[in-house]
């Protein structure tokens, strides 16, 4: 199990986000699309990325912080995965440096971004399939 068979299931739709983007309109559309990260992007490269963690930190620094452009405030360099690592492999990953979304990059582009709740549910859901499998074999048996 690959990260290309995760994006074919959930699609390899991205919204991301320039370096300029002011920061409080990289929040309006996480608040938006209800999600938790957007890859920050300069021509094809993935730069950052920018979390809801990134807007915990930015707190301290009040309404002005809003106004700055996101590649001041993101999380850089990015951590990001193949389309071809295992979906395992990434799960460790994302454990070992307690990060939650991985930009997915072939050739040198982002091409998807996977969330840890992603890979889980991709994870339940081969287990599941998997008993279900043995069960019928079972009963068949």
Do not use: C, N
């Not at 992007?41 to 979390?51: L, M, R, T």
């Not at 840890?116 to 079972?138: C, H, P």
Request: aromatic share 2%.
């Amino acid at each position: 199990m690959t990260i290309a068979a995760i994006l074919k299931d959930k699609g390899r739709d991205l919204f991301s986000v320039t370096p300029e983007t002011p920061v409080g309109q990289v929040i309006a559309v996480l608040a938006e699309r209800r999600i938790g990260a957007v890859p920050v992007i300069a021509g094809d490269g993935v730069q950052g990325i920018f979390s809801e963690r990134d807007v915990i930190r930015l707190l301290a620094h009040g309404a002005v912080a809003l106004d700055a452009p996101v590649g001041g405030a993101m999380t850089a360099p990015a951590v990001t995965v193949s389309p071809h690592e295992s979906v395992i492999g990434a799960l460790a990953l994302m454990t070992r440096r307690r990060i939650r979304h991985l930009p997915v990059v072939e050739d040198g582009r982002v091409i998807g971004l996977v969330s840890i709740g992603d890979l889980v549910k991709y994870r339940i859901d081969r287990i599941e399939a998997d008993a279900a499998a043995m069960r019928d074999y079972i009963q068949q048996a």
